[in-house]
Each structure stands twice: as structure tokens, then as C-alpha cells.
């Protein structure tokens, strides 16, 4: 791959991992197994059984934890911890091979592209928790698991295209800033009535 597509690879998948990130390291660890993609830098190591194994393992327990309300919250929660680092080191490892002036700065995007993906991803769920229906909770979890695979193979196969992707997140990530805040605190809220076996009261949590 040529300094561009390792980038756009690079800042894609970082991407992608907040959003859901055993998705994406099974992807691309299959992609490599099977498809003959050799993937760049430190993340040839994927096409390894047990790394495959363990993030389909781990996918499957999110794609049911993911559709139940407020565990997936708690889940989200917990995976700011996750996520994040790992838009980290997966953009790092992406870019291992290139100039240490790319592999720094792509890092640091990709853990801030992790992060705003994983607020948006958690702002979401928020509203969904708070609507008197379960069906869009179970909309917007498959919603993020399309987008997940697809940002994935874009990413491989599209450098150009996922770069234009995340420029419009960006915008868009920008725009609602405030917004996404506001809902994350009120996941926070919520989170903290519901393990205090607490009802949740949208209207007094606001």
C-alpha cells in the first residue's frame, strides 16, 4: 500500500473501532486469512486464529449486550476504556512501517476518531434508551454494526471514499458536538439511577 491507503486504512479502522471494535479486528483479521489482503504494518498479525476467534467470540457477546437497553449503556461505558485505546493502537500499528511524522500524528487521530465515533455511538443509545419502544434501540445497534463491517471493507478496499466518510463525520461530529455532550451526561445519569435501583426519570435528569 502506498502512504495514503495505509492512512486512510490506518484513520478508517481507528474509526470503525469505537464503533464497534471486535467487528472490525475480526474483518480485517479474516480479510487477511482468507481474502489474501495483506494488511500494513503491525496489523499482519490479525490473520492469527486465536485473534480471529476471540473477536468473533467477543463480537457475538456485543451484538446481544448491545440490543438489551441500559446494559448497553454500562457496556458503552465500560468500552470507553476499550475502544479508545484501541483506535489508538490500531492506528499506530497500521502505520508502523511509514515515517515516525506520520505514525505519531496518525495515533493521535485515530484515538480522537475512536473517541468521537464511541460518544456519538453512546449519545445514541441514550436517546434510544429514553424512547418508550425497544425497536429503535434494536434499529440503531444493527445500524452500527452495518456501519462498522462496511467502514471496515471501505477502509481496505476504498481509501479514498472512507477518507471522505470521516471528513463528513468530522463536520457533522463538530456540528453536534454540544449536543452528544448533553446526551452523555444524561447516560452517566441514568447508568448511576439504574445501578442504585433508582427509577429514571428523564425530565429530572436533564
Keep these: 500500500m502506498d502512504w495514503f491507503s495505509t492512512l486512510s486504512l490506518a484513520l478508517g479502522t481507528a474509526w470503525t473501532s469505537g464503533i464497534n471494535l471486535y467487528a472490525t479486528v475480526a474483518v480485517l483479521g479474516a480479510l487477511q486469512k482468507f481474502a489474501g489482503v495483506e494488511l500494513p504494518g503491525g496489523l499482519n498479525v490479525l490473520d492469527n486464529w486465536a ?20 446494559v448497553d449503556s454500562v457496556w458503552d461505558v465500560i468500552h470507553t476504556f476499550i475502544r479508545v485505546p484501541a483506535g489508538v493502537v490500531v492506528a499506530y500499528a497500521a502505520t508502523s512501517d511509514l515515517d515516525s511524522s506520520i505514525t505519531i500524528p496518525a495515533a493521535l487521530v485515530g484515538g480522537g476518531l475512536a473517541l468521537s465515533s464511541h460518544g456519538t455511538k453512546s ?21 452500527e454494526d452495518v456501519v462498522a463491517f462496511v467502514g471496515t471493507f471501505l477502509a481496505v478496499f476504498a481509501p479514498l471514499l472512507i477518507f471522505g466518510v470521516l471528513v ?6 463538530l456540528w453536534f458536538f454540544p ?24 425530565d429530572a435528569l436533564k
Excluded: C, H, Q, T
Design 168 to 173: 463528513i463525520f468530522v463536520i457533522a461530529f
Design 123 to 143: 449519545a445514541l443509545r441514550v436517546g434510544a434508551n429514553l424512547s418508550p419502544e425497544p425497536v429503535s434501540n434494536w434499529a440503531l445497534s444493527l445500524i
Design 179 to 202: 449536543k452528544i455532550i448533553r446526551a452523555l451526561r444524561r447516560m452517566l445519569k441514568a447508568i448511576r439511577a439504574y445501578l442504585n435501583g433508582d427509577r429514571y426519570d428523564a
Design 51 to 70: 485473534i480471529i476467534g476471540i473477536a468473533g467470540g467477543l463480537y457475538v457477546v456485543e451484538f446481544f449486550a448491545d440490543k438489551i437497553p441500559y
